[in-house]
């Protein structure tokens, strides 16, 4: 009875996590353009969606400033992470403190205040400003992934590789670096989807005739939003559940695979 | 030394933007031949095909962007983030455009196309938020009106007074918005649909308030889907949806109810510190020119105003449809909204909020 009741509840939750997907791609193959009748089997929307300039532009501009963004921010934020480190009991809680704060503030008031900076710099809106602004907020998703690490650090091993002669860079990265990488990795991670997602921020600091794909899905509202866009959710999620799913099959089950590294950085998160 | 700090960091800042921007996107800085025009319209609004016939015509470069509601349209412009040349409000929102001093007046010796292919009663109609017709030039337009699916409906629905009908209660759809969900309930007292008097009001009210047990939703673009799917039997829906909702489903039927209804018109307009307002000029002209209207009427497929344009519709039943081209002067009591200033906007919402709340 108890077993039947848990899965019953597992069952509910998988339903409820998966089923608005599960539409979604349902009627990404539905001739009719609307979600009331279904018009028969097609593959039209996928053909056209390869076929919209402006759809496919969004998408690549989405991907670009993710990667981009991500990347930079994961520079900026490990560095950061190892002067904080070097620093006094005090002055590092007090950064950390200020570092955490874009993470809980609203989007739309980051959103807002990065846009009347912009005004008052006399900086033109465009990818730059989008590009700015998401490396902005994705810098503090890195620092909170890489400072656990980071605090468990062993300073001996790199003293004692500087010790044996080598130069501080090259002790950071043979001694230092491989000890960060699975913090640096996560963080890069959640900087890339962080980006992926944003809608606000993206919305008040864009300039004319740049799009991301939330931006460019949110312009449809009026007229109905296309099933193209159906078309091409899907795929994305497809893409994304595919990948998941290589990762964890890989045969020698790496440290670096994206399951450990999760739970890795789960049990050591503070 | 302060000056010169805040000076290095404005420079290097606007460098870093300027390499960014070039190494990201070098195609979006390159100008025609004959400069720029950029034009901020509803999404999915225009065929994208006429922005390339545009470019190639006149040698200059659309920089094209979209907004979703007039309400956030508003505020980008207004902030000057970007300097715009053209944009599309509705109706409401041009009155207060024009009420803010953000527009500039229309040169027609520029804009030839207008006067000759655009209706003169679209100007007639326009008059109600443009009173000289100095600032708006009318792209798309439409009827506000009452879907009904004639299969589960007993006699034709005619009027505003039947969606009080408790025969249909729980079958019916509302706009879930403020200015369109009272404009039925004033229509039906009689009243303008933009009175600020608070006995039309509170009247307006309490008829919302007793038709709300009948209701079966207050939705917004969800009609279009739930009236073809016959989730419902009544809906209040715009006239530029009805006749796609028909083409899925035959049964249903649109109306102008006749207590009367509201007229709406998005238009286009040049703002006040356009930087490219010659180009600004060409491109409305273009927008008007009676080929260009018709390759839009067919993608948007809400009413066009264009006169010319509606001429070289091949399909008669479209051209002659009572839905995309009634007759405004067959119809009584038709209205546009109009502005109604910050405290008139606060206390429609109040009212609201108690209808919604009752």
């Known amino acids: 009875m108890k077993t039947i009741a848990k899965r019953i509840y597992v069952a509910l939750i998988i339903l409820f996590l998966y089923a608005p997907i599960g539409i979604l791609m349902v009627l990404s193959f539905n001739r009719s353009k609307?979600?009331?009748?279904?018009?028969?089997?097609?593959?039209?929307?996928?053909?056209?969606?390869?076929?919209?300039?402006?759809?496919?532009?969004?998408?690549?501009?989405?991907?670009?400033?993710?990667?981009?963004?991500?990347?930079?921010?994961?520079?900026?934020?490990?560095?950061?992470?190892?002067?904080?480190?070097g620093m006094k009991r005090r002055a590092k809680s007090v950064l950390m403190g200020i570092t955490n704060i874009p993470m809980l503030n609203a989007d739309i008031v980051t959103g807002i205040s990065l846009m009347l900076l912009y005004i008052s710099l006399g900086i033109k809106f465009g990818m730059g400003t989008i590009l700015l602004s998401h490396i902005t907020f994705n810098i503090p998703y890195v620092i909170l992934s890489v400072m656990p690490r980071m605090k468990q650090l062993n300073v001996s091993t790199y003293e004692a590789a500087l010790d044996l002669g080598s130069s501080p860079l090259h002790a950071f990265f043979k001694v230092v670096f491989p000890d960060l990488l699975p913090g640096i990795l996560s963080g890069f991670l959640m900087a890339f989807t962080m980006s992926l997602d944003d809608f606000i921020?993206?919305?008040?600091?864009?300039?004319?005739?740049?799009?991301?794909?939330?931006?460019?899905?949110?312009?449809?509202?009026?007229?109905?939003?296309?099933?193209?866009?159906?078309?091409?959710?899907?795929?994305?999620?497809?893409?994304?559940?595919?990948?998941?799913?290589?990762?964890n099959l890989s045969p020698t089950d790496k440290k670096s695979s994206v399951g450990t590294l999760d739970s890795e950085n789960a049990s050591h998160s503070p | 030394m302060k000056k010169h700090r805040m000076y290095y960091i404005r420079q290097s800042a606007a460098a870093l933007t300027i390499l960014l921007s070039a190494a990201l996107c070098g195609c979006s800085s390159d100008k025609g031949v004959n400069g720029q025009v950029i034009v901020y319209n509803w999404g999915e609004y225009i065929d994208p095909e006429t922005l390339l016939m545009f470019e190639e015509e006149y040698g200059i470069k659309v920089i094209y962007d979209e907004f979703e509601t007039n309400?956030?349209?508003?505020?980008?412009?207004?902030?000057?983030?970007?300097?715009?040349?053209?944009?599309?409000?509705?109706?409401?929102?041009?009155?207060?455009?024009?009420?803010?001093?953000?527009?500039?007046?229309?040169?027609?010796?520029?804009?030839?196309?207008?006067?000759?292919?655009?209706?003169?009663?679209?100007?007639?109609?326009?008059?109600?938020?443009?009173?000289?017709?100095?600032?708006?030039?009318?792209?798309?337009?439409?009827?506000?009106?009452?879907?009904?699916?004639?299969?589960?409906?007993?006699?034709?629905?005619?009027?505003?007074?039947?969606?009080?009908?408790?025969?249909?209660?729980?079958?019916?759809?509302?706009?879930?918005?403020?200015?369109?969900?009272?404009?039925?309930?004033?229509?039906?007292?009689?009243?303008?649909?933009?009175?600020?008097?608070?006995?039309?009001?509170?009247?307006?009210?309490?008829?919302?308030?007793?038709?709300?047990?009948?209701?079966?939703?207050?939705?917004?673009?969800?009609?279009?889907?739930?009236?073809?799917?016959?989730?419902?039997?009544?809906?209040?829906?715009?006239?530029?949806?009805?006749?796609?909702?028909?083409?899925?489903?035959?049964?249903?039927?649109?109306?102008?109810?006749?207590e009367g209804t509201n007229v709406w018109i998005d238009s286009w307009v040049i703002l006040k510190n356009a930087p490219n307002k010659e180009n600004a000029e060409k491109f409305i002209n273009f927008m008007c020119r009676e080929d260009i209207a018709l390759m839009n009427f067919e993608y948007i497929t809400y009413s066009t105003p264009n006169v010319a344009a509606r001429e070289l519709i091949e399909e008669e039943e479209i051209k002659n449809s009572e839905i995309a081209f009634p007759d405004l002067s067959q119809y009584g009591n038709l209205e546009t909204y109009v502005y109604l200033g910050e405290d008139g906007d606060y206390l429609y919402n109040e009212l609201w909020k108690e209808v919604k709340a009752y």
């Open chain 1, 34 to 85: 609307t979600r009331a009748k279904w018009g028969g089997f097609t593959l039209h929307w996928y053909r056209a969606l390869f076929q919209n300039e402006e759809i496919l532009r969004a998408l690549l501009n989405t991907l670009l400033i993710a990667l981009l963004s991500s990347l930079i921010a994961t520079v900026i934020g490990t560095v950061a992470c190892i002067a904080m480190n």
């Open chain 2, 71 to 258: 309400e956030s349209m508003y505020p980008k412009v207004e902030s000057g983030a970007v300097a715009y040349d053209i944009a599309c409000p509705s109706d409401y929102m041009i009155s207060r455009m024009i009420q803010n001093g953000m527009l500039s007046e229309i040169n027609y010796g520029n804009i030839p196309n207008a006067k000759k292919n655009i209706g003169a009663q679209y100007f007639e109609q326009s008059r109600g938020f443009d009173p000289e017709n100095k600032y708006a030039i009318p792209y798309c337009w439409g009827t506000v009106g009452i879907l009904y699916n004639r299969t589960m409906v007993e006699e034709p629905i005619t009027c505003w007074e039947q969606l009080w009908d408790e025969k249909y209660a729980d079958n019916i759809l509302m706009q879930d918005s403020v200015r369109d969900a009272f404009m039925v309930a004033e229509k039906l007292n009689g009243h303008s649909m933009n009175t600020l008097d608070p006995a039309e009001l509170e009247a307006a009210k309490n008829l919302l308030i007793e038709q709300k047990p009948l209701v079966q939703a207050y939705v917004v673009d969800q009609v279009r889907d739930k009236m073809i799917g016959g989730e419902a039997a009544i809906g209040v829906i715009y006239s530029g949806e009805a006749i796609y909702t028909q083409k899925e489903n035959p049964d249903l039927v649109y109306v102008i109810p006749e």
């Open chain 1, 201 to 247: 921020i993206t919305h008040f600091t864009k300039g004319v005739g740049v799009d991301t794909l939330s931006t460019k899905i949110y312009t449809e509202i009026k007229k109905g939003i296309k099933p193209e866009m159906y078309a091409l959710s899907s795929l994305i999620f497809v893409t994304v559940l595919t990948l998941l799913v290589l990762v």
